[in-house]
């Protein structure tokens, strides 16, 4: 007979009937080094940061781990976003401003985060953050570069040929452990290597040479009774050994970072999930096959994975319980009727601890945003630059660490998101190729967007300004001809359908703007006039600033120059002097190579605009996004079982 493939399926009258053999076939053992998702063997891990942010700023600045710190952001607004587990004991919680949390705990450090500052070309840690919501943006630099520290290292400690990591969010990653614990299984117990009883891969295999297997300081997920008096089957040895690759994992990042992290080990990502939180900080907890029934029956559907927002409210409105153990009394058929069918399946797999989706491998960063809201709002086109200035340093500094410098990744495409009153509206450009990118081509791109935006009506005030790049590819080599400058393929069919309609009476600028225009030296020259149908509704929006002027944007920007003089010129600030200059439009460079690749560029827009006459920049109008709320597996009061070997079991020897 063959085992049920879902964990919590009908495994105890398997084991009754076939008392001297294994629930596994050979077939489950060899699927295991093939990541087959739906193997019952199959081992993964979930490994999340304690208090993730507060223990970057404790190793930062050598803070005691038994002091109580917070990671502030703001005063009120935010307030306190990450708590270490010392000042959690205090009764401090993310809900509490500073002035609550020292009330509860007069010793606690209060950390700002560090924020990129109007002016300043990097983020810093200051003592005034706190008071300058208005000028400061938060920068999770720091953080960022801890997070990529401890993956580094997990993927270190993991063999090379046979790891599977996802990172999940800043402080999370999932392992697919089950390729290396088959290797691990075959060495150790070599009677699996021999090929299956007569060539049959659905033959069961030996039961494990064992009735116990010692979890060492795991947290143990009870067993219901019939699982207690059962010995262990390969689910349980393979399930170990993927809790003995985690604790070495967590042992390095401990001695070598500093940094104490909790995990679940279990056959799937949902469970070992809320295996990860179940024991927080600095434990693990082992969720077994037979224990997943017990597991989940004390959880509430909304603390699952991708329950937390609308899905969840629905279910519970719909089904009038949260209690997962109410919801397995829910027939199939009566979830696909309420739900839908693939919602109906997917909630009726997950309240039984079902989940075969895969660990993606593949961790790369696939945008970058840098945001600010403003309270209060901003007013002005010279305000949005600055901050327009500030996120290009920002995404420029992430993309330096992502290898754009040596060309091992570059994004193609840049959008900026624009929020007034109600409309978000935004903008996205291709990020042209050809020239090494820098902090300057962002903003002046940046800068050219929201010149479109502002084209397109009101602006002013503006709530929330944010700026990304998105659509990264790998290897792009620095020199690839003018064929690289031109934007083709779906860049151009994206240009083609969401190219801004002229507005009607915009094709004849008016005296303001056609005055512009003649001794407009400024950022429209960096991108061709004839590549923008609409240059002239920039000066005709009526836009103005405070002063009652027209907005200038770009007046005095080339591209290559530090775009941010033109604005620190309208403060009375002057130019750096350099010695190459464009013919074209009087850009500025240090090297003869960088105005030859600069010219090359002239040259292909030009091509680029007598081929298609369109311009280079986009539109939509986007509604904003609903992130989904972090959701955090409160985990029910079962304790687990520490250290204890189980009931009958004595030390697995292994080969
Ligand atoms: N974070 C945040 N705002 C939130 C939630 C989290 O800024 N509402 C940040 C700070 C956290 C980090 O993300 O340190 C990781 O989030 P976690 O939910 O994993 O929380 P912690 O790591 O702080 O605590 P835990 O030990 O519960 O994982
Ligand atoms: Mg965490």
Redesign the pocket.
Known sequence: MSPSPMPGGSSSAIHGTAAQRSRFTYRHLSQLASYQTTNPLRVIAHI????????CEMVRLGVPEDKPLA?Q?WYAMQGL???N?PAREAGIG?HCNVTEAKKLCPSLIAQHVATWREGDDKWAYRDDAAANIAKDKVSLDP?RLQSRKILSLIKETLPPGLQRVEKA????VYLDLSAQVHSTLIERFPELASPPPYDDSTEALPLPPTSALDWQADALVDLDEEGESADPDWDDVAILVGSEVVREIRQRIRRDLGYTC?AGIANNKLLSKLGS?FK??NRQTVIRNRAVAMFLGDFRITKMRNLGGKLGEQVVSIFGTDAVKNLLDVPLEQMKQKLGDETGLWVYNTVRGIDTSEVNSRTQIKSMLSAKSFRPFIQTSEQAFKWLKIFAADIYARLVEEGVLENKRRPRTITLHHRHSSQTHSRQAPIPLGQKLSQEILFNLAVELLRQIMAHGSVWPCANLSLSVGGFEDGIKGNMGISSFLVKGEDAEALRYTTPEPRRGSTEPDQTSRKRRADDGGIKRFFSKRSFTDDSRAWESGDRDRSGSPIQVGDEHSCCRDPWQSVLENHGVGLSSTSLVCSRCNCCFATSQDLQSHEDWHMAKDLQDKERGTPAFAERTVAPRTLN??E?SAGSSRRGRGGKAERGQSKLKFA
């Open positions: 999340d940061l304690d208090a993730f942010y507060a223990q990671v952001q976003i990450a708590i587990y993310r953080y969010s800043i402080d999370e909790s939180a927080k900080p709320p972090k955090r």
